[in-house]
Structure formats: structure tokens, C-alpha cells
């Protein structure tokens, strides 16, 4: 596991809960998340614990800032080892109330704020050669197919996987490694609203299945198995039996 961390949408869910993991093994974490308060909270809380951490106040929808983000970053550490892009938006997508700017929202969090972060950390673990290091993102389950009611955000997170696939095999080359993260249901503050939440994982149980993974090399992370397999077996519906078996009931309820 590399020595520095550089993690967005570390003040909540699966990105504080990686930033605590990573902390207790002694990582030195550079923390970006919108709201600093909170992240300095957590850094705080670290720096009891004997850590080093940077808090970082960032919307990675805003490429300045995420390129700030990471410039503060190597002045205080010097390197990033690994970077866990955490920052995610989730919004509902009533199909007969279409908005665009909800969706624009997504896009600009969901997948801009990772391509930015690209942008800014791929020179930077190039001129770390021969040790290179590793990028993983936070995507979903939902990205498999476009689920009723949440289009917007399946369309977010497929786009955030099929970039990743088109990346990772060159990147690789140079040492850059790629790891694409799909978890199903998360207890975070996002999914709070979601109600019934099947095969649900608690932040800090997917935080060290995360890491665990990424240590052992794997590419492309997804969890737990039975959604997993489930989303698996939805993307190969015809389209007629996926409309039948999805589209009504959960977009009418949407809806209302």
C-alpha cells in the first residue's frame, strides 16, 4: 500500500472510512472534500493518533481547485502513491420531469471531478518513476445498466468504467496502475434516503474489502457478490424483459 494517500469526498461514507483505515497503517493522507470544517475534524483526529494528515478543501467539479488540491499536496508530501477518488453526487432522474442541469450536476461530480483529478495525478506518478502508482475510483453497480429512477447516475458511473477500461491497459505500461471500485449498497449519508437497501455493507467493511483488493492487484473491484452478480445478469436482458421486470413499478414510485 503506497505511504501517501491523496482521497476526495473524504469528510463522509466510503471516503472518510478509507481515510480512517488508511490512517491506522500509518498512510500520510492529503484528505480534499467541499466542506473543510469537517475534514478538519478528521485530520485532527488523525494527528492524535500519531498520523499526518492535510485537509483540503475542494470540489472536484471545479478544476482549479482539484488542481490546487493536488499541488498542496506534493508541497506537504512530496509524492502521491495512491489516489482513492471518492466524490460522488446522487441525484433521482424522473424520466416525465427530465432536468438537465440535475444531470449536468452528476456528470460534473460523478465524472469530470475523476477525468480533473486524471488529469492532475497521471504526470505526477509518471515522474515517480519506476514506482509509478495507483488510481482508484469510486463507481457503481448502478453503472452496469441504466436503472429506472436513478438514469442519471448509472449514466455517470458507466461513463466513469468504460473511460477507466479504455485507460488502464496503457497506463499499466507505465507503471500507472488503474482500479475501477463497484460496490452496491454503501450506509453512507448519500444512500440514507434509499429505504430497503439489499446485501447492505457497512462504510468501514467496504473500506477494508477496498484495500485489501487494491493490495492484492486487482483491477476492477465490485461487491457484494450477490448484487454483483444480480446487475450482471440485468445488463444481458433484452430490453423488452428489462422494461417489464423494472421500468414501471420503480419509475412510477419515483414519480409520484
Given at each position: 500500500?503506497?505511504?501517501v ?10 471516503g ?9 497503517r ?6 480534499a ?7 478538519e475534524?478528521?485530520?485532527n ?5 500519531g ?10 467539479g471545479?478544476q482549479g481547485?482539484?488542481r490546487r488540491?493536488v499541488a498542496?499536496t506534493l508541497?506537504?508530501?512530496?509524492r502521491?502513491d495512491?489516489a482513492?477518488?471518492s ?8 424520466a416525465a ?5 440535475d ?20 504526470p ?14 469510486i ?33 499499466a ?8 471500485i463497484a460496490?452496491?449498497?454503501?450506509r ?23 484495500l ?6 486487482d ?8 448484487t454483483s452478480?444480480a446487475?450482471?445478469?440485468l ?7 428489462f422494461d417489464?421486470l ?5 419509475a ?5
Open positions: 500500500m503506497g505511504s494517500a491523496f482521497i476526495t469526498g473524504a469528510s463522509s461514507g466510503i472518510r472510512a478509507l481515510a480512517l483505515e488508511l490512517a491506522a500509518g498512510c500520510g493522507l492529503a484528505l472534500a467541499r466542506r473543510k470544517e469537517v475534514l475534524d478528521l485530520t483526529g488523525v494527528s492524535k493518533q498520523g499526518e494528515a492535510l485537509a483540503l478543501a475542494c470540489d472536484v471545479d481547485q482539484v488540491a498542496d508541497q506537504r508530501f512530496g502521491v495512491l482513492l477518488l466524490a460522488g453526487v446522487g441525484r433521482p432522474t424522473v420531469k427530465f432536468k438537465a442541469a444531470f449536468a450536476e452528476q456528470i460534473e461530480t460523478n465524472l469530470m471531478g475523476v477525468a480533473y483529478c486524471l488529469e492532475e495525478l497521471i505526477v506518478m509518471l515522474n515517480q518513476q519506476p514506482s509509478g502508482g495507483t488510481i482508484a475510483a463507481s457503481s453497480l448502478a453503472g452496469d445498466r441504466g436503472i429506472p429512477g436513478s438514469g442519471g447516475y448509472s449514466a455517470s458511473k458507466a461513463a466513469v468504467n468504460a473511460l477507466f477500461d479504455g485507460m488502464r491497459a496503457h497506463l505500461r507505465r507503471r500507472i496502475r488503474l482500479v475501477t460496490p452496491g449498497f454503501v453512507t449519508p448519500m444512500t440514507e434516503r434509499n429505504g430497503r437497501m439489499p446485501f447492505l455493507m457497512e462504510a468501514d467493511e467496504a473500506a477494508r474489502l477496498i485489501r483488493r487494491i493490495a492484492r492487484g483491477r476492477v473491484i465490485r461487491f457484494p457478490l450477490p452478480m446487475m450482471g445478469l445488463r444481458f436482458l433484452p430490453a423488452r424483459l417489464a423494472l421500468g414501471g413499478r420503480q412510477d414510485r419515483k414519480e409520484k
